[in-house]
T-cell receptor
């Protein structure tokens, strides 16, 4: 069983839509949860970081963690063409990062 | 700030050749990582280091070697390149294993 499983997509949505990206993980020892955004031919960049269950908001982005279900989500409100990228969830115990396979998102103007 | 710098950006190797991918960070981070990224496969950890002089294998270490003689540098060595090593390679660093990882811009390697 993989440490982290991510919905592969790809997703294609109209501008202004609400986007939901999801990952599940297998090890309850995981403590830190992140979402990275990767534009084409670039390195991943941190978008959101959380270590507790519940929601964390940053502008149009909300990261949600449910430790009881081992499920994490990223919601994007009022999606923009500039949000078109690959989104990777990442989880760490504090020593190694485990990344999902990424979900490719295209926001159509 | 430069952050994490990788060189070269692109390289074509012939089967059996060797090369070193360079990675330097200027953030005084303890942890450094090498990942490879193949289409649809996400990031796979090759090697990582928790400090100068300390390295450990990740998920896919075969065919690669690393060293960490300084805090700043973490080169990745490919010996006897094979077509299966065609990939995009990312170096990353973080202060601790639980903190944000900063990535370089990647090295696109093709083995023919």
């Amino acid at each position: 069983q993989k440490e982290v499983e991510q919905d592969p997509g790809p997703l294609s949505v109209p501008e202004g839509a609400i986007v939901s990206l999801n990952c599940t993980y297998s090890n309850s020892a995981f403590q830190y949860f992140m979402w990275y955004r990767q534009y084409s031919r670039k390195g991943p960049e941190l978008l959101m970081y959380t270590y507790s269950s519940g929601n964390k908001e940053d502008g149009r982005f909300t990261a949600q963690v449910d430790k009881s279900s081992k499920y994490i989500s990223l919601f994007i409100r009022d999606s923009q063409p500039s949000d078109s990228a690959t989104y990777l969830c990442a989880i760490t115990t504090g020593n190694q990062f485990y990344f999902g396979t990424g979900t490719s998102l295209t926001v159509i103007p | 700030n430069a952050g994490v710098t990788q060189t070269p950006k692109f390289r074509i190797l012939k089967i059996g050749q060797s090369m070193t991918l360079q990675c330097t960070q200027d953030m005084n981070h303890n942890y450094m990582y090498w990942y490879r990224q193949d289409p649809g496969m996400g990031l796979k950890l090759i090697y990582y280091s928790v400090g100068a002089g300390i390295t450990d294998k990740g998920e896919v270490p075969n065919g690669y070697n690393v060293s960490r003689s300084t805090t700043e540098d973490f080169p990745l060595r490919l010996e006897l390149a094979a077509p299966s090593q065609t990939s995009v390679y990312f170096c990353a660093s973080s202060y601790y294993g639980s903190t944000e990882a900063f990535f370089g811009q990647g090295t696109r390697l093709t083995v023919v």
